[in-house]
């Protein structure tokens, strides 16, 4: 085992940990790793040490111990329940042995990899008030010999990797005007990154950067420049600052370039002719210098936006090649339907091209030299009318990762379509702490009886879909790829984890768990053996759009609540 000999004191300081935030002095887990920049940006492939297993964002792992030959005979080898109801959407995250994950609640779990053995237990004190729309939390970053959790009252907390111990606890705004976080922070540098979540609530969002050793602020940079600040023109009069522009989802981040990019959410309030302008840097992907969290470059890809498109999905750094020429690009399945190609430089970010890959009635073209859209009158929300528009505001894809395999050059998208949905734009007047997104929602479908989550394979060298998978119900199922020519995800509201082929979409496994599985899956090896992890535990906007789908068909689906930690692996 590669998980460090625990010491006598575990049993005491676990009980106590059950019972309180840790009091742990002395280490449980002996001879912890610590994890460096060079770890992070080439980590070897026994470990999954950030969120989406590397910095560029692949959602890939060259273990390929489990084949398309051998993953039907996949077990679960052990499970962990959380005790916490609502959506689980963290990755586990493998450092040497050790697991972290994180539930909604702020709750931090240490456990041994292989053997699903508890060691440590953090429960963050959430105040009785506190304000968040999203209870949820997306994961941990890993630096250093600290591990790294965001909060729902807007805090951040470093703590003892090895004993679980807080080191230090940093305010980054106030959770009483709507600020909160999902993300998992992106950690380089010797800095800590997170976004602010709340864009429904009128915040002006921003990306901070927390020094790992004290928690001290290195460098703040707004979404929604303030005046003085280049982009400030695109808002008429003060309306900048309740602009939105969250940040949801862990940065990726480009070594060679030293930039780290994040994706923002849409403007406040969600319709556009109270804003009058482009609203940057809201719908857009961001560059930011690491060193002093300047914005190098930025595109945005729709802008005054009204649908609720969210575009947080940070784009997957990989290498595409068209007309002959390979180059660095940004890989972005929209929540606005369409699949954004873009080229990432020192100082710019270039419009490569983008297309549908739903059903989309909003945009009547997009530019080809800037990739900006036009829009379809009939189908832009107004304020004190009803429009109809499709995708829904829930989108082609929403927050759930895609994924890159650089072996089958293909990339996996976790899609919704044959969904609409209807806004009515309404005056709003902003107050601290409250809804700011001045509109009414329908949800509507545009043939009841069809299927609506799919799997989608691109080529982007080519531009093209190679294959699809259909699913009767919505997909919310981050995908992970491995070596061994596989994609994994859950997402569907009949609980089933899959792992179907990388090449051909065909599903080779299935298993049922005891919840909907909204949870990013990772993958991993201990002492040779590779498994496969993931959480199950329905909620949020998944279940949100479960309501909807029932309300338009008729029917009553009911998915079980509580979160539950599933590892697998092939039998010995």
Known sequence: MTVGKKLTTFVITSILGLFSCNVFAQPIIENYRNVTDARLTNPEESNWLSYRGNLEGRGYSPL????????????????????????????????????????????????????????????????????????????????????FMATLDARVVALDAATGEKVWDTTVQDNSFGYYITTAPL????????????????????????????????????????????????????????????????????????????????????????????????????????????????????????????????????????????????????????????ERQENRIGFVDAEPYVYQNAFTAIDPETGRPSYNPEHTPSTGEAVDFCPSLWGGKDWPPAAYNPETGLVYIPVNENHCGVIEGREVTYMPGSSYTGARTEFTMRDPEGNIGEIQAWDMNLGEEVWSVEFESHNWGGILTTGGNLIFSGGTSDRYFRAHDAINGNELWRFRTNSGIIGVPSTYSVDGKQYIAVQSGWGVDAAGMTARIDQVRGTRTFVPQGGVIWVFALPE
């Open 187 to 342: 950690a380089i540098d010797g800095k800590i990154m997170v976004g602010t979540s709340g864009g429904e609530l009128g915040i002006r969002g921003f990306v901070v950067a927390l020094d790992s050793e004290n928690g001290q602020e290195v460098w703040r940079t707004y979404t929604v420049p303030g005046p003085g600040e280049p982009g400030n023109e695109t808002w008429p009069g003060e309306s900048w600052r309740t602009g939105g522009a969250a940040v949801w989802i862990p940065g990726h981040y480009d070594a060679e370039l030293g930039l780290a990019y994040f994706g923002t959410g849409n403007p406040g309030p969600w319709i556009g002719d109270q804003r009058p302008g482009d609203n940057l840097y809201t719908n857009s992907v961001i560059a930011l210098d690491v060193n002093d969290g300047g914005i190098r470059a930025h595109h945005q890809y729709h802008w005054n936006g009204s649908w609720d498109w969210d575009e947080v999905s940070t784009p997957i750094l990989m290498p595409v090649e068209r007309a002959g020429r390979e180059f660095n690009a940004l890989v972005h399945p929209g929540r606005n339907g369409y699949l954004w190609t873009l």
């Open 64 to 147: 390929g111990d489990i084949t398309t030959a051998n993953v039907s005979e996949l077990k679960p080898i052990w499970t962990f329940s959380t005790g916490v109801l609502g959506g689980h959407e963290s990755p586990p995250i493998v450092n040497n042995g050790v697991m972290f994950v994180t539930t909604p609640g702020n709750l931090l779990y240490a456990i041994d990899a292989a053997s699903g053995d508890l060691l440590w237990r953090y429960q963050h004190d959430l105040p009785q008030t506190y304000i968040a729309f999203h209870r949820t939390n997306r994961g941990v970053a890993l630096y250093g010999d600290k591990v």
